[in-house]
């Protein structure tokens, strides 16, 4: 009932900056929480960051100083700010949001993923 859609992946140099979008669309009533994942092959999908519906943050220490996330609570969409980028954020980058829907049930969506590539 929640489809989310991702942009803004891509080939970045080290150094460089990319920023990354989740639009949540459907019956949605309100949104608890957003956050973006990485996971590389072979290894464990990892919380990158997350925000709160009031506004709360919480970074990785990795991307700490580096990443910013933001939320637009009109258009449903979280943003994640990447700057300074080094080849260890080569990852597939996901995004999740948690909420309620029209019909009161609760929804917890995942996007389909975008990669990001630092390399030179």
């Known amino acids: 009932q929640v489809q989310l859609v991702e942009s803004g992946g891509g080939l970045v140099q080290p150094g460089g900056s990319l920023r990354l979008s989740c639009a949540a669309s459907g019956s949605i009533f309100s949104i608890h929480a957003m956050g973006w994942y990485r996971q590389t092959p072979g290894e464990q999908r990892e919380l990158v960051a997350s925000i709160t519906r009031g506004g709360k943050t919480n970074y990785a220490d990795s991307v700490k100083g580096r990443f910013t996330i933001s939320k637009d609570n009109v258009k449903n969409t979280v943003y994640l700010q990447m700057n300074s980028l080094k080849r260890e954020d080569t990852a597939e980058y996901s995004c999740?949001?948690?909420?309620?829907?029209?019909?009161?049930?609760?929804?917890?969506?995942w996007g389909q993923g975008t990669q990001v590539t630092v390399s030179s």
């Open positions: 999740n949001i948690r909420g309620a829907l029209m019909d009161s049930r609760l929804f917890d969506s």
